[in-house]
């Protein structure tokens, strides 16, 4: 998903973020290409509408055209008006009660939109997160809706509670329920039918189930690859019913991105996750700050630094953290560090991730020769020297650089470099940006 509308948006920035100086029309013109580049990704007129108005405001205002950095205000203003389309920055967790109560997510939405295959990915989510879940199969107009929930119940390791023979969706919530409580589930999640359309047989049978149920949530599950039409129907569940959040699945298709563009702003309502695939764990929190990110090419820097801590084994990164805070991170840790930098993927993967350097940075210009080059002279330093880098002298030096093949010079580089390392991870430990300060001093 987005990538026709990143791929228009990094071209819009790019062209603007490169000049010293922006007059009023390089700004209107950004602004009209924002606005097709829009409209082409399907995303609601009116919402364009919005967004274009208001970026336009804020970017002939005097703070831009004449701020140092015109290019650069420009881009933030409208990454913050991207964050703020798709929700605002900050919290899209569920509203659940403790773990000593039970609390109710209700799912509903169209055929085929995907509520089955969420709810057994947030029944394992939550699961996960240790609470104690429970499915309820209350789809009992298509005839396979049963056995589907327990197939997928069953792979989750989560309990499904069906009631054979009952016809009344409402009856089946209300008896599940009462057996949670009973049996002292703290999450209880109800998947109900949807209709190939939108009809009122729909709408009441839905309204019945949240009546008798009290849910805590009552989550919208939408299609993403349906568009606009999945902003149309949240609208009516939020009338008819109220909605309290979405999730919009099939955001690995090829959808241009109009209905996660548009949701939040038309609906009022967070998109709370996103489906990303058919298997039980592909269900993500929706970060409005990463998606905007990604739109604006700006690269997914936060995935970058997610994924980074995710190679780490949770003993090194501790022992690392230990490190750093005593200032003890020695050349070997550097050289451990780089090696971790391999497992993180391909190069090509990680200059998808890293701000504007698609396009704009070849896999030369990350330097993994000099890695490689760095790696070596670790190498060929004995153990003492990697964790008591001041002794090394002249002389081990030249031995150093005699045996891995590089110059003085290159030895001499990689010391500073260290040593500058050091200074910095001192002076970042308290930050949370730490992890991304840290793979760009490493030379990334
Ligand atoms: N690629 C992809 N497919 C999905 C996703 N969510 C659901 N599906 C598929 O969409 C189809 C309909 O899903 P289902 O949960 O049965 O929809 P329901 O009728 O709303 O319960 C199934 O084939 C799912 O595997 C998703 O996030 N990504
Ligand atoms: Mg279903």
Redesign the pocket.
Known sequence: MFDSIAGKFTGIMRTLSGKGKISEKNVRDAVEEIKEALLDADVNLRVVRRFVNSTLDEALGEKVLSSVNPGQQFTKIVYDKMVELLGGAGNTSLNLKGKDTTSIILLMGLQGSG??TAAHKLAYKLKKEGRKVMLVAA?LV?PA?IT?LQVLGEKAGVPVFTLPGEKDPAKVAEAAVSRAKHDLFDTVII?TS?RMHLDQALMEEIQRVAKVTHPDETLFVADAMTGQSAVDIAKEFEEKVGISGVILTKFDSDTRGGAALSLRAVVGKPIKFIGTGEKMEDLEVFHPERIATRILGMGDIVSLVEKAQEQFDQAEAERLQKKMEKNTFDLQDYLDQLENLKKMGSADKLLEMIPGAKGNISEEDLHLEELEKEKAIIRSMTRFERSNYRIIGPSRRKRIAKGSGTSVAEVNRLLKKFEKSRLMMKKVMTNKKLQAAMLKQFGM
């Open positions: 509520k089955t789809d298509r809706a589907q998947d949807g």
